[in-house]
């Protein structure tokens, strides 16, 4: 188990699928239960391979406490990355069937042996600190825990898969060659050029008020580019919020509270059956334990700078003297009072350093260099500084070793004691601004600059957060049971206007999204939307920690299958009216001549010299590739017809064709061509996941 502890506090083996790793799944303790309702035992299904709730409600708990690079993430989001893992093992598992993809132990072990978890662990080890794997399987064989047993079998599988996917994703990149002729070809479009005069008359000529595209015409659209236009299902939720926040009155209690410190206090004492005087904050002996007795925050003892102090209130409670009590003051969402505990000179530095380091040491070094040589490095720079103290900013960024620090000249900013190791720290602390000299520590030899110093006072500061009164909370809910009620019986846009409520633009969210515009993850109000029983104009309040009260309302249900027709008048509207536009204007675009053409149509006569079609670029025009084919194609002298472009229509006449330089090395060509077909393998699992038949049932067990 001492293993198993030690391999959960780091990654897990992975299935490195593009863009979506797979994870090694830790089988632990089965996460709780509860509110699941549904029948089905099956989550969902790809290719009418089952996945069973209760193994993918496992995955989903060793996820959630897994987290993600030491965060912790919701349930939701480790359903979604459980759900996109699964499906991708899935479809990557039947592919490497169908292709008969088999491996080696060779395989297995090398897969195991990259893993740090594994390869670097000393229990798997030989005399000679690499990875064995008859000791690997000396281990699982002696395991008498199942829960172990099952983590490692867990991992041999996922193991397997990765390393049959390596094989995979070889073959699909050996696929994806660069042939002479295509390299040649690549050449042509790059070199080749034309150089044309031509005439452009913008779609922007015609009024949009002038062109009318029907819902029918858009609709017929999406239909022939259905793949473009595909959608989602997905709801648009408004909202209002009635904030559960504190009054002035709430504000007040505790500035009343905060100020009665300032005075001695009169309380009953339970044991001695006596009244007990407590001394004022500014007359108790006990600074600190009186503000730990009081305070939201213990007591902090750490000198604090002007500048660090709030923004607001930094000149009173800077200057204070010694035992002198500044507030009831606001700050943020606290009332404070503070009491000054003095005043201490240079408790702040600002400090640069060079450093220099050696192989061994805690900082990586530039190039292999050993402690002797360290030392003979950093006492020269430091022989150039002290010559030349205006050198320092270009030593730091040229020659120092600690990379944050050298884009700034070497400049730490301030720092209190015992921020930096020890030796740094009382140089920088014992000498004064400008001082410099070397020091040693574990990280190399450092070049210490001593740039500033800053005095700084110690506050003893008693902190009580202003939070809404029970009285205040219930005026909220009677506020928020009051709109839903007048929003059921009238509407949720006259109940918003007649309690002076703003109402948030609604949202579209989709079946497994968490987040919900500015109230952030909100996931029951989402789920809430494509419940069953949830019908288009249905209402609902919510109550949500730290924020009050939601009453969001169903606004929109929009479908799976094509864009809804407000979004989809939006995309594809300008797209047909400009094609309109296009057949206007190219009934005008007839002539002789290019001259004759502009004319007819009040513009000029362009030119475009030496474009290619790798950047099919026309000067004042923008990116038109059906432009330059065409004069290309058109011969030289000759006036093409009109060619629909991607912002005006055109004619053009070709000037000259110039052919590239012969040439039998295509190797900047193929290289290029190379390195595009190298994301060739990240395209497979899109492919995959178009052709495959996925159920997905995970919303019918309450996530």
């Given amino acids: 188990m001492a293993i198993l502890g030690k391999i959960r506090q780091r990654s897990f083996i992975l299935i490195v699928i593009i863009a979506l790793a797979l994870f090694s799944f830790v089988l632990a303790d089965v996460i709780q239960s509860g509110g699941f309702s549904q029948t089905s035992t099956n989550v969902g299904s790809i290719n009418g391979k089952d996945i069973p ?27 979604n990355r459980v759900w996109d893992q699964e499906v991708n093992v899935a479809l990557l598992t039947e592919e490497l069937e169908k292709l008969g993809i088999r491996i080696s132990e060779k395989h297995l072990i090398e897969t195991l042996k990259n893993d740090p978890n594994f390869g670097q662990n000393p229990s798997f080890q030989n005399e000679l600190k690499e990875f064995d794997i008859n000791k690997y399987k000396a281990y699982v064989a002696a395991s008498t825990n199942q829960q172990e047993k099952d983590f490692f079998e867990s991992t041999e599988i996922n193991a397997n898969i990765n390393a049959k996917y390596q094989v995979y994703s070889t073959l699909v990149r050996g696929g994806f060659f660069v042939t002479q002729n295509e390299a040649k070809f690549k050449h042509m479009l790059e070199n080749k050029k034309v150089t044309f005069d031509f005439v452009a008359v913008p779609y922007s000529s015609i009024k949009d008020s002038d062109v009318k595209v029907t819902d029918q015409e858009i609709m017929d659209y999406m239909k022939k580019n259905d793949k473009k236009y595909k959608a989602d299902e997905t709801r648009e939720v408004e909202y209002v919020v009635i904030e559960d926040k504190p009054t002035d009155a709430d504000k007040e209690e505790i500035k009343n509270k905060l100020t009665s410190f300032l005075s001695p206090r009169v309380v ?322 007839k002539g002789a001549s290019l001259d004759a053409i502009a004319k007819a149509n009040a513009v000029q006569v362009q030119t475009a010299a030496d474009v290619t079609l790798e950047n099919p670029v026309v000067s004042t025009a923008g990116y038109e590739p059906k432009v330059v084919g065409t004069a290309f194609a058109t011969g030289v002298n000759k006036i093409s017809t009109p060619i629909e472009g991607n912002a005006s229509v055109f004619v053009v006449k070709t000037n000259s064709i110039t052919e590239p330089l012969p040439t039998t090395d295509f190797t900047t060509q193929r290289n290029n061509l190379k390195s595009q077909n190298a994301s060739a393998v990240g395209r497979v699992f899109g492919a995959l996941k178009e052709k495959a038949e996925i159920k997905d049932n995970r919303f019918q067990f309450n996530y």
């Avoid at 709730?53 to 993600?68: A, D």
């Avoid at 993430?73 to 480790?78: D, F, G, L, N, V």
């Avoid at 190399?444 to 957060?465: N, P």
Wanted: net charge negative; charged share 30%; proline share 3%.
């Fill in 53 to 79: 709730f209760e193994e993918f409600r496992i995955k989903v708990g060793n996820t959630e406490k897994s987290g993600q690079n030491g965060q912790s993430i919701s349930t939701i989001q480790a359903v």
């Fill in 268 to 589: 009953y004492n339970n044991e001695t059956k006596t009244n007990d005087t407590i001394a004022s904050f500014a007359s108790t002996n006990n600074v600190i334990e009186f503000v730990n007795a009081n305070s939201d925050f213990p007591y902090d003892s750490t000198y604090v700078s002007k500048s660090d102090l709030p923004a607001e209130h930094a000149e009173q409670l800077y200057n204070l003297a010694d035992g002198q009590i500044y507030g009831p003051y606001m700050y943020g969402d606290y009332y404070a009072l503070s009491r000054s505990m003095g005043k201490k000179a240079g408790a702040k530095a600002r400090a640069s350093h060079i450093l220099i380091s050696y192989t061994g040491s805690k900082a990586q070094p530039k190039e292999d260099r050993t402690k002797e040589e360290a030392k003979v490095k950093a006492e020269s720079i430091l022989a150039d500084v002290q010559k030349n103290p205006d050198s320092f900013i270009m030593q730091a960024f040229s020659a120092s070793e600690d990379q944050g620090s050298a884009q700034r000249g070497g400049d730490l900013d301030f720092f209190g004691p015992g921020q930096m190791v020890p030796a740094f720290n009382d140089f920088v602390f014992n000498n004064p601004i400008g001082k410099v000299g070397l020091v040693e520590t574990e990280f190399g030899y450092h070049i210490i600059k001593v740039t500033d110093k800053q005095d700084a006072i110690r506050l003893a500061t008693i902190a009580q957060k202003v939070e809404p009164s029970e009285k205040s909370s219930e005026v909220s809910y009677t506020n928020a049971v009051k709109f839903e009620l007048a929003a059921n019986e009238k509407s949720f846009e006259a109940a918003a206007k007649e309690m002076k409520l703003e109402i948030v633009p609604s949202v579209r969210v989709k079946a497994f999204d968490e987040m919900l515009g500015q109230l952030g993850a909100q996931r029951q109000v989402v789920r809430w939307a494509f419940e069953k029983d949830t019908d288009l104009n249905d209402i609902k309040r919510f109550e949500i920690a730290k924020v009050g009260h939601v009453i969001a309302r169903l606004k929109k249900v929009n479908e799976e299958g094509l864009l809804n027709m407000e979004d989809a008048r939006t995309q594809v509207e300008p797209i047909l009216k400009n094609k309109k536009k296009a057949e206007k204007i190219m009934a005008k675009m």
